[in-house]
Nanobody, 121 residues
Framework: QVQLVESGGGLVQPGGSLRLSCAASRGILRIQDMNWYRQAPGKVRELVATINRDGTTDYLDSVKGRFTISRDNAENTVYLQMNSLNSEDTAVYYC???????????????WGQGTQVTVSS
């Protein structure tokens, strides 16, 4: 069964950096878009960054110039490098991917379990 496993969250001071990783398990034929979402307490989940298979990226306006999304297609992994973090970046970050699993005839959306990022002094 396909799973997305995230790592890299934690507590960081304002101005600091973190790198999130999300690895897709085996049993995958192909991955299309890979995305990072976040959800802060009391707020709706929002799309932070997206990258397609060819490497084209897009970002939430508030993170442009500070966050960088990248992926390793050979390892089925997506990363989110977060720099110049501030308190408004505090949230649970979720990995999401559009995947064609082995043995299935259709694409499916998968989500990671979420990783907490807390920016505080």
């Amino acid at each position: 069964q396909v799973q997305l496993v995230e790592s890299g969250g934690g507590l960081v001071q304002p101005g600091g950096s973190l790198r999130l990783s999300c690895a897709a398990s085996r049993g995958i034929l192909r991955i299309q878009d890979m995305n990072w979402y976040r959800q802060a307490p009391g707020k709706v989940r929002e799309l932070v960054a997206t990258i397609n298979r060819d490497g084209t990226t897009d970002y939430l306006d508030s993170v442009k110039g500070r966050f960088t999304i990248s992926r390793d297609n050979a390892e089925n992994t997506v990363y989110l490098q977060m720099n110049s973090l501030n308190s408004e970046d505090t949230a649970v970050y979720y990995c999401n991917a559009n995947i064609l699993p082995l043995g299935y005839g259709s694409w499916r959306d998968y989500w990671g379990q979420g990783t907490q990022v807390t920016v505080s002094s």
